[in-house]
């Protein structure tokens, strides 16, 4: 069986694995103070090229989110998002659950568009009643988006423009950061992201970790008290250096663009395999999902030897379906699905 | 000047002031327990037609609904409700800041169709993802809605129907309730709208009162341990006796609707005047309040004389407004409003 | 029947209802942005001696406590107390229904000592793992506290010092401010408490109006955008108009205090009828609110001419009990108590 | 160096890494649905005999009390718990984040007793104002406690009597389970825990684990729709099966206890060292932690070799520290220290 139904199905990169090894019998300090720890901030502070960038280690991604946009917003502000971004419509309200509204932007490719961005916030403002509603606050975006589409060096230049000029943060969502940074077209930098946004995240779950997501401060009068804050979110972990191992590992020598960039190319080649055989590429995704519509009788023969998801509903007919290649997909996986889709 | 900016401009109704002046120096247990109160309660019961309804006096409307909503919800649900509704727009995020998101659906006239609403939970628990979204744990409606428009009774009949089929209590904002029993064409009463929805309010605030809201739960099952929720919200008013003797006045004799249907009269002969004087009607509002676009030279001439609101931004040549009238509204208001708009 | 239960048993002072019944039929603009509300604000800063103050005017205690606490409070912050305070234990949890926790520090006679908050956030922070804890991030005091009992001007400078010398805002809970003012010994002005408090609150609802509870924000930086927080705490009163008049009437020619000032003269007449009567008073409190200890048959006897509530469970054979006069209290009253007392 | 410092300073038991990396290129479903999990389940269920427990595993012990307690409680009631528990001292105030108030008896020995727990809810009701305060809607124990001492069979049939009698459940934190279940003269079984709890935990992360809490509910009426509860609160594994690996380990061939009861072992034999050397032993802990009384000059030359932590502030002339054995602890560190301790 060939496995392309997420990037969080497998364990962690040989690497990483060999840190946690290595390192089992060890004692250190909890909660993140750890030399482990301390290393890792440096190795990830040089790659995003800001010495004094404020970093916490987190669990998972929905953790990260719902403690550094509780942490970014005022009581009476909500967090603007596209109406397809995570936050609004698979974190089970867990934005809502420490009291902010989300306010919902139309989606292009999951992707929000600056001007949308101003205009929600200059006609809000201008709305004489403006008091009885809920304030923007902060910008949510994710890169990659959840449809596996980015935004381009430029389109992230506008948006940071544009919070700025009206004083709210920039937050990224970066659950699948890896596979953002190495994406076909890519025109910016982790040092671009860490830039341009005030705070964001770098996944570590989907991209070669075990587990663990590194919040990136940047703008750091913005989140004060983090310590506190992640411990009342439940999001402290005792033994810290597990996160600090692994993120440590991921960014010595450039080892975290280096797997998930494989992981692209991989997926860019199994659209190219799709796109030969004759299937619907559903969306342009230049990352490592990838969507189609295929026929359901090409899916039931397809699933007898490869593992994948719907996306939504299965149709009359054909369906849309996920691949997701991961750190873990190699070229023999790619090998084995051309074999099977063109029988 | 003639006033048709709200319903919540003047006082209260003479009777019910008289009231609140008659009793001034008497002594009365606090927090509801008094006998005004008690004597209100039957009033309404009576008028509801549902004997053993649970009813408790709030202040305000958005106290009112936070409340409620807070007590109906379960942590892991969220309020469906039209995105034109009060709660989704207006309230500053008053539910999200007690841990719910308001989940929206289209609205039409300012209302929401069943079967929209059954669409939403059907596929929501299709999905299989389900569980990682917020489940739609109750239905809020207004009525009137924030647009002046009532539902007819199958309407009524037709989302407690979907309600009930999916296990959700169905709520309504009554806050201008009296001037939906009232409306033009109202094919419904008061012992509809307890016997249709779970919980319901009914307004005292922009019908006669001072302040206060009626909140009524008819399915009691749904809504324990009512005091300390109010308390908690900030809601429970030390001298209730104030709301007991507002209620009390307003339900006897049915001086509620009489009040009301005055003012939903008043408010269709203004806008046959203003239909005489050829301008245009907006919205089809059967309810005191009444929407119609007017020449910005026709705004700015009216207002020297008449104190009126717009409806969003003012236009170019144009602009919406809005009046209303109340149970302050008089025969002499509309026959000057006359003489002023046809020079 | 003599009432002597508490001073929210009545209604409003005369002048207070006249203001309202005489402005009925006016119409205003709503949530607090009317010429009374104005008005009172101007009143209300001249007494206070503070030209810049933001002055916010809410219906309830509970509800002003909450709003003003949430807004004080950063989320990883609880507020300081003594442990017989109104928000450790009277609200239902509202404090902590927003996300706070209540830190509670040793009452004598109701009243916090300042070393006492000294030395608790000084050990606070020199423990290791303060971050773990919830920091103190304001202190809270009642005046009068709950006990009657107020604190001295010398005091209220120890704790204000004490506040500031640890960078967190005092915070005065006023529900009954007028009878602090004017009780026997009262060494301080409405000026004091506004120069050494941050943010503090002068009752209505117990002092003579019919509702209404005004917050004054002498510390203006501390909290900002007060107005969405006081929306979505569902403390914004529509008919804000009310409440402007209320504390127009009471804050001119200084009718607050001289009706709590005559509530205070009579309370320590019925005291001094209590001592004279050999029963024991068991507080010394220099304010409206006045506690006895007295045989049941007593209690049993008084009872039938005397309203009055238990201070605690009924004892075996004698019970305290808490006498509580208000500006509705008359000269009569007392007389007639004394005739009862002594028979 | 010898370590004493916590339970969680180093990684995983040798067998629980195994899994990990054994199994570490396999593609498993997310979120907890795996078999891996499954199995976990199963020997969990057995080990605690109760076939029909739903059990959750989650990262960390504050974010499953946070959960559960969220889940337990109704709005307006709070969490009984010993004034040293954790939730009430060490957790950032996560209850009251989730809206919860902490109502706190007094402790002994870290302990709380039966018959305050009962006088406390029989008081809370008598009162006539209880309406007006925080319902205690559950009993939070911890066992072992933070000091270390357990609960014998006795006094926890006392307590779920007492709980059960006042219809609030028991919850068990059991983050150091383990060596409870193992401690000197334990007198109950993991059966008579889920027998006498109604919901409980136990902890992975100071037992052989990387990390990990399975929660555990017997009673299952009283905690429904966990999954969103979980996701809500940030506390979803996207890599469940992690957690399933670690806990079916630890529960295959009783590992678990074995490996804490030579913790155990290990910690009174050290205690036993300790009093030979006439060192006080500051509380009579059965368990894994050991408090002692040691003068600050041999804190000092202690710690060239040995690694443990003050409890509480260094005292003038000598101070109590403690040391945690731990499944990492070896007989060759115990061994080391008393050659050390006795120079």
Redesign the interface.
Known sequence: ?I?F??D?????H?KV?DA??R????????YGLDPYTAEAKTLMREAIGCADAEIILL??????N??AI??LL???E?VLCADSGHIA??????I???????LTLPEYCGKVRAENVDRYITEFY?DE?C?????PGMLYISQPTEYGTIYSLEELEGLSAVCHKHNIPLYIDGARMGYALTAEGADFTLRDIARLADVFYIGG??CGA??GEALVVTNRALL??L???V?????????GR?LGLQFGVLFRDNLYERICGNAVRLALRLREIMRKADYEVVIESPTNQQFFRLPNDVIDRLRKSV?FD?WG?RGADSSIVRFVTSW?TTEEDIEEFRRVIIP
Do not use: I
């Open positions: 069986m496995y139904n997420s969080y199905t497998a364990g962690a040989a694995l946690l090894v390192t089992n019998l060890e004692h250190s300090v909890g669990v998972g991604g929905t953790q990260t719902a403690t509780d942490g005022a009581r009476h909500g419509v698979h974190e089970s309200g867990a809502e659950a420490s009291g902010h509204k989300v201008r009643t008091q009885h509603m809920v304030a779950t989907k075990l587990f004060k008290n310590f506190p804050l411990k009342q979110h439940g999001a402290l972990l005792a033994k597990l593992s719907y509903p873990a």
